[in-house]
């Protein structure tokens, strides 16, 4: 437990990827999970394919990949766009992902009192962040999680309930 | 800018001519041409239009670092875009056009956006999102959602093609001793350092040829350096850019197989992507010459200084007739006197006040007019340079305007050393305030940078730093060497003033730091205005360095302007990042050969060729290949499997059921270890005989489901799911080697060693019977229900039959080492045919499977525990295994978990797809009180059946109806819930 | 690339291997109370810097490795076989 020094969480990297701006070409952010492929990719509005899919697999703060990943996610790019080929990587970097034991979040208070824990989001902070703000908030100013975020706390193992919609098990990479 | 190619000057082939097309017309280039060499000799000024003003872009460098002339190549499904046309090697019909123009480069209609270029200043996208004034102001746009497509519309550089890309890229991995990138002067005298020492070198460069900046000089002779080299054991890689540096001294390289070249054989790929893994890196990747900021600083005809020398030394083409060079350093006076003696009106324009008096006679000897103590202010001229007004370098203001006129103007505010790959690697740069540049820091890992890399200059200094980088090399890989040491920083004989921007006297200039997002520096006034004042903001909000040449000519003067803004030193103001790729990479590239059909490997049974032989309709599970339905003459999917399925119950079907996972299990303690991992009791299995188990997880939810046969006091045949065989077999593994060492037991893979057939029906026996040698062994005494043994096939092939029934008819698994498959099926398969049995594939094992209630790893999602799954029973009270303490905790334990169910439709002629939500009635929402997870058209029962859960199982809702809700397929059926067991409940037929 | 020195085939591409997970845990008996295993089966370090992890060679020679690593900057301090015995013998043909 935290007062240990341990948490449910692991922190794992994620690559990410993005190409030279090009003209129009994808108006939706594409997502597939095929054999056991793990993969997204949308265009900005600047014009640049913006993709990613698989962690790294190992743990790491380095905030850089490694090369396997680059062939796997421009694989899996090429699967689903094979016009891809020519496009162009422009730039590839690696973020800290809090990867958690079940896949879901935590956002509870902890046994150290006045220490409120908001973590584990594994890839998805990005897009939860505002919605997971507000949520904070109102625990820390009413003491009392609302109802949504009731079993996303640190005490939800030793419960049983697991909220692991993948049905991967207690291993924080295979929630990737 | 009138350019053109002059005689006696350049290395290109005159004798070979070669035609290419720009913007639809032809023109004329040597052999050894780039595309931009060959268009400044045809004196074609505008080749570009940058990205948010649409101003017209000519070509501005000699290199990678290029922002203007980004071009289009090719055509159709083999169009390119964003090639830079400097490092585009020229060749015969190379078909070229512009790009983020219409209708063309020379005159675009985009341009407008620049006469509205106050409404586009930096971060003028963020500011979109607050909402179009006054309406909307502050609460967000709706309006968004309309403008959002013009901006994507009007973003973006070139066009790609939507067709596949119809070109093949291979990968390649290699090893070596010492990798050399950059073949310059340093790297040369590196790569040459290492090789006498016998070491394993490969030398790495981008061009066609080495030489590095010495391919400017005009006697350098790049063939004979490569010969030499070559002779002495180095490797050389030339059209091959590392832009990646990676753990343990591993680099990514690109190499450029036949982007140079029309001709292109069906043998080689387009590009290969090279994994090479060193044990030292030497850097000799040399340095980019920064231009100045100031007003109008874009205008085609505006190029760096020692770009003009290559075009001039190396491609025999004079950029331009009255050349204006500005400078603040030494390094533009070779390359002034060289453009004066090939022909050209030359005038220097350098910030500082006294340059030597060395220098000063050298140019006046060559008509070179010098003018000490002014700066560039601002370029006059659209579309080429007309004229360069000039201010002197330390008044504010000055009215006295000195005017040149000129077509060519030549820029040199510094050098900024090639650090890229070291910051790939973490190695944040220092500054180093005498040479005005970022130099690497202290560097960790096996990496030594040589030459103008490190902020070296002068030549023989270079050449000195890579035979010390050399020795370096040697020394770090344990050999000896003699002392060696690293020339100084620096080497300029005066030394370089600070020159970034030019202050305008309008408030309003367009003094350009990145040409290719076109930022300038009221960008970034602008930027600091709104309270970016950290250097990653900066970058984001300017978007300062994220175009194609990602900050390697504009980085430097972005800092600068911040950093007086802010008040600090450059150092002070902080750097990004750069990551890879150094130079943009083909995504074809880096996915090599596993393209289409190869994306992912396929795996096939040893009956492959024998089920499509004997008409099957293959599905994929996985990566598998596995039989869905045979089809008889005119049938349809449904026709089939329910024909399949009602022949196995009526009589007999075959089944591969070879994809399931095999594993062999050895040694005095296998017993032990199967008791440990299998939830249900396996401590006295008989010899002889199998058993179904299940694993659970550490944590107590299922794993898997399997059986193990006990062919000996030591030795086990375990079988799994096909989806978690390997998954099973890495977790035994686990628990052998990190958890239970003292275990004496050895676990060996072999789903690929054997080949399964499933064997059922009332007739399996008699089927079976045809087949043996020794019919006798299967009688229903010598092989009872679980029973396991080895014999041998009619022909003498060994097999392995185990009497296990998943379909839930009387049934055999009958195995085979996988090269006897065909000839085992052959044997059942016309024993089967003479009792009118079949062959059947997936579909109809899943309606039988489903009738019977037996669980797949569709109920074993990695969510359900043994309980739920109504498997309750095996779970041993009489032992701990893995999960045993666990599987009990908290709400596992639940009265009214979801636990399996049958499911029927209310009516009967209605359907319902997996996945489906079970509601109460009337409560149609969240996450309902349960699901389904797999249906079939029951063959049996005649309509349509399902496997699911639901809260409190079949006792809390027999003889109640509840809702299937499926909102994706638009389907709400009333339902009822049985139990599980929908077909021969009691289990009769299997024990026959 | 974080090159894996297998001590059985040698220096490869951690590509070869899988990931397993923190090898500092030790695992309860199997008769042990819930209590004991929820910590070990859930509750983590997460150390910055350097740890000890597993690896599974599973392309290679399906040793699972005890692999001391930096997560800051992915340098390997030591890697040796997981199971005692095995590596005792390793080190004896070694030391041959």
């Not at chain 1, 973020?95 to 879901?104: A, E, I, K, L, P």
């Not at chain 2, 603040?328 to 006076?333: L, R």
């Not at chain 2, 050393?417 to 070291?422: E, Q, S, T």
Request: glycine share 10%; charged share 20%.
């Amino acid at each position: 437990m935290v007062d240990l020094g341990s948490l449910p969480i692991e922190s794992h990297k994620l690559q990410a990827f993005v190409t030279e701006s090009i003209k129009p070409l994808l108006n939706h952010v594409v997502v597939y999970g095929v054999g056991g492929a793990h993969f997204y990719i949308s265009q900005s509005n600047k014009g640049s394919m913006v993709f990613g899919g698989d962690l790294d697999w190992y743990k790491s703060y380095a905030q850089r990949g490694n090369l396997p990943i680059v062939q796997d996610s421009a694989e899996a790019a090429m699967a689903i766009l094979p016009c891809l080929g020519r496009i162009r990587l422009l730039r590839h970097w690696a973020g800290v992902m809090d990867m958690s034991m079940d896949g879901s979040f935590f956002m509870c208070k902890t046994p150290i009192s006045n220490l409120y824990l908001n973590a584990g989001w594994n890839y998805g902070g990005f897009k939860a962040s505002p919605a997971s703000g507000w949520y904070f908030a109102d625990l820390i100013a009413n003491e009392q999680p609302h109802k949504y975020i009731q079993n996303h706390n640190l005490e939800r193992f030793e419960k049983g309930i697991n909220l692991d919609e993948r049905g991967a098990g207690p291993d924080p990479k295979l929630h990737g | 800018m009138t350019s053109r190619r002059i005689n006696n000057y350049g290395k290109v082939n005159r004798n070979r001519v070669v035609s290419f097309i720009w913007n639809q017309k032809k023109y004329f280039g040597f052999e050894g041409d780039s595309l931009a060499s060959a268009m400044l000799a045809n004196d074609i000024k505008i080749v570009g239009r940058s990205f948010k003003y649409h101003r017209p872009r000519g070509i501005m460098s000699c290199g990678v670092e290029e922002s203007g002339a980004l071009i289009t190549i090719g055509q159709e499904e083999k169009r390119d875009p964003n090639v830079r046309a400097t490092t585009q090697e020229l060749y015969e019909g190379l078909v070229a056009s512009g790009q983020n123009a219409y209708p063309d480069v020379n005159f675009d209609l985009g341009a407008v956006s620049g006469l509205l270029g106050r409404f586009f200043a930096a971060g003028f996208y963020y500011k979109t999102f607050i909402g179009l004034p006054p309406f909307e102001w502050g609460k967000g746009t709706k309006a968004w959602m309309f403008y959002e497509k013009i901006i994507r519309k009007a973003a973006g550089m070139g066009i790609a093609s939507r067709l596949p890309d119809p070109d093949t890229y291979e990968h390649a991995n290699d090893f070596c001793d010492v990798m050399v990138i950059g073949s310059g002067p340093a790297g040369i005298a590196a790569a040459q350092e290492a090789a006498d020492k016998k070491l394993d070198v490969i030398l790495v460069e981008q061009e066609s040829v080495i030489g590095g900046d010495k391919l400017s000089d005009a006697d350098f002779d790049s063939k004979n350096l490569r010969s030499s080299l070559i002779s002495s054991g180095v490797k050389i890689m030339t059209r091959t850019t590392a832009f990646g540096l990676y753990d343990n001294c591993v680099a990514g390289l690109l190499e450029r197989v036949t982007d140079h070249t029309n001709i292109k054989p069906e043998y080689l790929p387009r590009q290969r992507f090279w994994t090479i893994r060193a044990k030292h890196i030497i850097l000799g990747t040399g340095a980019f010459e920064r231009h100045i900021a100031f007003n109008n600083n874009d205008v085609p005809g505006v190029m760096n200084a020692n770009a003009a020398k290559h075009y001039l030394n190396r491609y025999g083409v004079l950029s331009g007739q009255n050349i204006t060079l500005a400078t603040n350093n030494d390094s533009v006076y070779g390359t002034a006197l060289e453009l004066a003696q090939a022909g050209s009106n030359v005038s220097i324009v350098d910030s500082r006040f006294s340059v030597g008096n060395e220098i000063t006679e050298e140019l006046s000897k060559n008509n070179i007019e010098l003018i000490l103590g002014r700066v560039p202010y601002s370029i006059n001229g659209k579309k080429s340079v007309h004229n360069i007004e000039l201010k002197n370098s330390n008044l504010e203001n000055s009215n006295h305007k000195h005017r040149i006129t000129s077509d060519l103007v030549l820029l040199s505010g510094g050098w900024s050393p090639v650090v890229h790959l070291l910051s790939h690697r973490g190695v944040r740069p220092k500054w180093d305030n005498e040479n005005l540049c970022f130099v690497p820091d202290e560097i960790k890992e096996p990496i030594t940078v040589a030459g103008s890399a490190s902020g070296i200059w002068g030549t023989g200094d270079c050449v000195a730093s890579g035979v010390a980088a050399g020795l370096n090399a040697a020394k770090s890989l344990g050999l000896k060497t003699t002392d060696y040491f690293f020339p100084k920083r620096g080497g300029w004989k005066n030394p370089i003033q600070p020159l970034y921007e030019i202050k305008y006297k309008k408030s309003r200039s367009k003094s350009f730091i990145d040409y290719q997002h076109d930022v300038t520096c009221d960008d970034v006034r602008l930027a600091h205005r709104e309270g970016f004042v950290s250097v990653e903001h900066l970058k984001r909000y300017t978007t300062l360095g994220m175009a194609n040449d990602q900050g390697k000519m504009g980085n430097i003067i972005g800092l600068a302007v911040m950093a007086e803004l802010l008040n600090k030193k450059i150092p002070e103001v902080g750097t990004t990042v750069f990551r890879p790729p150094y130079t943009p990479v083909a995504i074809g590239a880096l996915a090599g050969r596993n393209v289409g059909k190869h994306f992912r490997a396929l795996r096939v049974t040893p009956m492959h060729r024998w089920n499509l032989d004997n008409g099957a309709k293959m599905i994929e599970v996985g990566l598998y290949q596995r039989p869905w339905y045979y089809p008889a003459e005119g049938e349809t999917l449904s026709d089939s499997y329910i024909r399949e399925a009602e022949t196995v119950r009526k009589t007999v079907g075959i089944c591969d059921v070879t994809s399931l996972g095999k594993i062999a299990i050895q040694g005095p303690d296998s017993t032990e270890f199967l008791n440990r991992v299998y939830s249900n009791a396996f401590a006295k299995l008989a010899i002889g005989k199998a058993r179904y188990g299940i694993m659970l997880r550490d944590d107590g939810i299922v794993m898997d489901d399997g059986t193990s046969w006990r062919l000996s006091e030591n030795d086990y045949f375990m079988t799994t799911s096909t989806a978690q065989a390997a998954k099973v077999m890495a977790w035994l593994e686990e628990l052998l080697q990190t958890r239970w060492s003292d275990l004496k037991v050895h676990v060996a893979s072999v789903s690929e060693q054997w080949a399964g057939a499933a064997v059922a029906g009332p007739e399996s026996r008699n089927t079976l019977i045809e087949c043996l040698e020794d019919p006798q062994v299967i009688s229903n005494d010598s092989l009872p229900f679980m029973g396991v043994i080895s014999t041998n096939l009619k022909n003498g092939i060994p097999c392995r039959i185990a009497r296990i029934s998943f379909s839930g008819e009387m049934a055999y698994e009958v195995y085979t080492a996988s090269d006897y498959a065909p000839d085992m099926m052959d044997i059942l398969w016309k024993s089967a045919q003479n009792f009118k049995g079949c062959l059947y594939g997936l579909e109809a094992l899943g309606a039988l499977r489903i009738e019977k209630g037996h669980v797949t790893g569709a109920e074993l999602d990695g969510r359900v525990t043994i309980d739920d799954a109504g498997l309750g029973k095996m779970a041993s009270v009489k032992k701990s295994y893995i999960g045993s303490a666990m599987r009990s905790r908290g709400v596992l334990s639940d009265e009214g978990r979801e636990t399996l169910v049958g499911l029927f439709p209310k009516n009967k002629n209605e359907k319902f797809d997996a996945g489906t939500i079970l509601c109460e009635v009337g409560k149609v929402n969240g996450f309902g009180i349960g699901r389904i997870t797999a249906v079939t058209h029951s063959p049996a029962l005649g309509h349509w059946i399902g496997l699911g859960f639901i809260k409190g199982g079949v006792n809390s809702w027999k003889n109640k109806e509840i809702l299937g809700s499926d909102p994706v397929r638009n389907n709400e059926v009333r339902i009822e819930v049985v139990s599980p067991h929908m077909y021969d409940p009691e289990g009769e037929k299997m024990h026959g | 690339m974080i090159r894996i020195n297998c001590p059985y085939c040698g220096e490869r591409d951690h590509s070869e291997f899988t990931y397993g997970g923190d090898a500092s845990i030790k695992y309860p008996s199997l008769d042990a109370p819930e209590k004991e295993w929820t910590e070990a089966i859930f509750f983590r370090k997460n150390i910055y810097g350097k740890q000890l992890e597993t690896w599974h060679h599973t392309s290679g020679c399906r040793m699972w490795l005890e692999v001391e690593r930096s997560t800051q900057t992915h340098e390997i301090f030591s890697v040796k076989a997981c199971h005692s015995e095995l590596n005792k013998i390793i080190q004896k043909e070694k030391s041959k």
